[in-house]
Nanobody, 128 residues
């Protein structure tokens, strides 16, 4: 069974940077891993994703040019480098993984239904 664990959240001032890490472990591999976030009172939204076989990346318009997703296929890990943070980026950030060959997910990498396993989330707080 796969487990997903995020790390790297914290408190930062506006304009600052943070780097989130996420690793998937267990007896199965991930084909795609993604980041979502949920701010208080709002729905969970897509942030970025990476597909390991092609190393293609996807990002929400709201974070393009500021956030960069990267990955390590051998370690089943992804990273989210977040630069020029604003208070609007404050949220719990969740990492998710789609299980290679055994996925029951649907849709595209930008959809939460695409993923099979979710982490517990890590808080990112950006102060003005």
């Amino acid at each position: 069974q796969m487990q997903v664990v995020e790390s790297g959240g914290g408190v930062v001032q506006a304009g600052g940077s943070l780097r989130l890490s996420c690793a998937a472990s267990g007896r199965t591999l991930a084909s795609t891993m993604g980041w979502f976030r949920q701010a208080p009172g709002k729905e969970r939204e897509f942030v970025a994703a990476l597909t390991f076989y092609s190393m293609n990346t996807y990002a929400a318009d709201s974070v393009k040019g500021r956030f960069t997703i990267s990955g390590n296929k051998a370690k089943n890990a992804v990273f989210l480098q977040m630069n020029n943070l604003t208070p609007e980026d404050t949220a719990v950030y969740y990492c998710a993984a789609r299980i290679y060959g055994l996925s029951r997910g649907s849709g595209t990498a930008e959809s939460s239904q695409f993923y099979d396993v979710w982490g517990q989330g890590t808080q990112v707080t950006v102060s003005a």
